[in-house]
């Protein structure tokens, strides 16, 4: 099956820095890929849709200017955690679509700890 | 708004036992649902999806039923083993999007 990658698989911080985690699909083009956030024993929560070429789209609640999202090509999409702090600690996953297969493929995802 | 609920939060049964996960939505409006496996500090394994016109969908012991028009579906694991340990989420796909939506887990443990 596709392949997604993120990177890097975790990253230890300190609070008022910016944290840049990569999405990559390995073998196919995405033009939408999703952002995810997981806190400790809770499920996924939808931060933002990323399109290529476009702005991203912020579910409800998610601050834009916070969780900064560029997706420049079919196969990257990076997420941006600006001026992080201790309560942005979390497990970050992302999604790629393949239009080829209609299937939605998850990366392995990214732990963040902000100190 | 689509919300996906899962039921029990937390199951602890003895190897050997054939159990059922419960997932609910609300919006009966939807692409598809996909079951997930996730071990702990890990990503996501996709164990089945099941399209809106499916009723049903097997892998090995695995067999996850949908019920569209009253928002549940089930997911069905034979002979369990410590192996299954894990948290298994479902995500509903919402009609007209890519988005998925994901339930609030079942935590299961298998014991030996």
């Known amino acids: 099956g596709a392949v997604v990658s993120q990177h890097p698989s975790w990253v230890i911080c300190k609070s008022g820095t910016s944290v840049k985690i990569e999405c990559r699909s390995l073998d196919f083009q995405a033009t939408t890929m999703f952002w995810y956030r997981q806190f400790p024993k809770q499920s996924l929560m939808l931060m933002a849709t990323?399109?290529?070429?476009?702005?991203?789209?912020?579910e409800q609640g998610v601050e834009k200017d916070k969780f900064l999202i560029n997706h420049a090509s079919l196969t990257l999409s990076t997420l941006t955690v600006t001026s992080a702090h201790p309560e942005d600690s979390s497990f970050y996953i992302c999604s790629a679509y393949s239009g080829v297969q209609e299937t939605q493929y998850f990366g392995p995802g990214t732990r963040l700890l902000v100190l | 708004k689509q919300e996906v609920t899962q039921i029990p939060a937390a199951l602890s049964v003895p190897e050997g036992e054939n159990l059922v996960l419960n997932c609910s939505f609300t919006?009966?409006?939807?692409?598809?649902l996909q079951w997930f496996r996730q071990d702990p500090g890990k990503g996501l394994t996709s164990l089945l999806l099941i399209q809106s016109s499916q009723r049903e969908q097997t892998s090995g012991r695995l067999n996850a039923s949908l019920d569209k028009s009253s928002g549940r579906s089930t997911l069905y694991i034979a002979a369990s083993q410590p192996g299954d340990s894990a948290t298994y989420l479902c995500a509903v796909r919402v009609s007209g999007t890519y988005k998925y939506i994901f339930g609030t887990g079942t935590r299961l443990k298998v014991l030996a």
């Open positions: 919006d009966s409006a939807i692409y598809n």
């Open positions: 990323s399109n290529e070429g476009s702005k991203a789209t912020y």
